[in-house]
């Protein structure tokens, strides 16, 4: 699995993004499939994930501005992220992975979201 983000940008604070994500390979519906971040000198930390039926879950700093969705026809899962707040800047990972005995990882390049306030 080759996973492709896209979206990545300047934001002026209090308004909104739109993160893609596009995975190759057939095993799609499988994977849950997150949207992680990292700041300058943080540890990278999950955002949102959503599982191949379509359960979510979201950090707290993120719940009710973030909306992570995913179509299991294109293979791709979207972060739309709005009222968006300067410290959301980082530079944001897609990730898909097999949970359970049949683990599997895939972390795809990041893509930069500035906020400007």
């Known amino acids: 699995v080759q996973l492709q983000a896209s979206g990545g940008g300047l934001a002026q604070a209090g308004g909104s993004r739109r993160l893609s994500c596009a995975a190759s390979g057939t095993i799609f519906s499988l994977l849950t499939m997150a949207w992680y971040v990292q700041a300058p000198g943080k540890e990278r930390d999950l955002v949102a994930e959503?599982?191949?039926?379509?359960?979510?879950n979201y950090a707290d700093s993120v719940k009710g501005r973030f909306t992570i969705s995913r179509d299991n026809f294109k293979h791709t899962v979207d972060l739309e992220m709005d009222s968006l707040k300067p410290e959301d800047t980082a530079v944001y990972y897609c990730?898909?992975?097999?949970?359970?005995?049949?683990?599997?990882?895939?972390w795809g390049p990041g893509t930069l979201v500035t906020v400007s306030s």
């Open positions: 959503i599982n191949g039926g379509g359960k979510t």
């Open positions: 990730r898909a992975y097999i949970p359970g005995d049949s683990f599997r990882d895939y």
